[in-house]
């Protein structure tokens, strides 16, 4: 028993690639309540075009028996599937495009079907790494590269900055694009602003847990030494160390510890 793939020419081109080019897009959403916000997403642009894909060639995968019986030779043969160039090329999933034919072989020459399926893996392997390795040369690959890393930086700052402000990572794509430009400064402001109350009320709930906490809290106890201009010169020094320290200004710096710091020190000045 032994696998044979014959080349064949389909009689049209394969479906047209990739778009050229993606862009930032946008799209309002309004809630019930009145408020709005914007999300930014990244599209293809479809006035770039597409990238063509001139390989038709398509490859047949059959299995054939040859044995005697009574003196004769006799032939059976199965055909497995017929794979095009570019499912090979997109990395496709073997198992789909082969399963049922492989079952029908192995009624057919009467074997297991895990021995025939390694018959025609053995076979297609050589010819599947081929065509990988051809179509990364490609102006489509190197550009789908490209996005893929994009689309991966982007996720893992939307994941930072969740755990960041302690809300759902989309919620990035209300404040920055997938190249991390800031496009809605208001909102993601709204957003630090939620953090921080958030963050002052649990640093009140620890304290009020750590001394008894008296009716006055620690915010009030603590504005309560400063005069209103020694407060105007604190709040200088919050707005400089803030601009210092804040995540978003510091790319590839691990700054938010320090930031809770002034926040917590903002809150014990009463400002």
Known sequence: ???????????????????KEYEVSSMKITFQDGRSKTIYSYYPTCESGRFERPHREAYKITVHESR??????VKKQCVIATIGYYSFADGFALYDYIDSGIQRAAAVFNVDYETLYNLVESKIKPLADGIVKEFHKTKEYKARRQREKLEKSHR??????????????????????IFGVLREEDYLNEIIRQYERRQA??????????????????SAAAASNHTEAEKIILRQFYKTLAKAYHPDLNPGKSTTEAMALLNRLKENWGL
């Open 1 to 19: 028993m032994f696998c044979c793939i014959q080349k064949v020419m389909r009689k049209k081109p394969a479906g047209a690639g990739d778009y």
């Open 156 to 177: 893992k700052a939307k994941k930072r900055f969740g755990e960041m402000y302690g809300v759902d990572p989309d919620e990035y794509d209300a404040c920055y694009d």
């Open 201 to 218: 009320h649990r640093s009140y709930q620890q304290y009020s847990r750590d001394y008894g906490g008296s009716s006055g809290g620690y």
């Open 68 to 73: 005697r019986e009574n003196g004769k030779v």
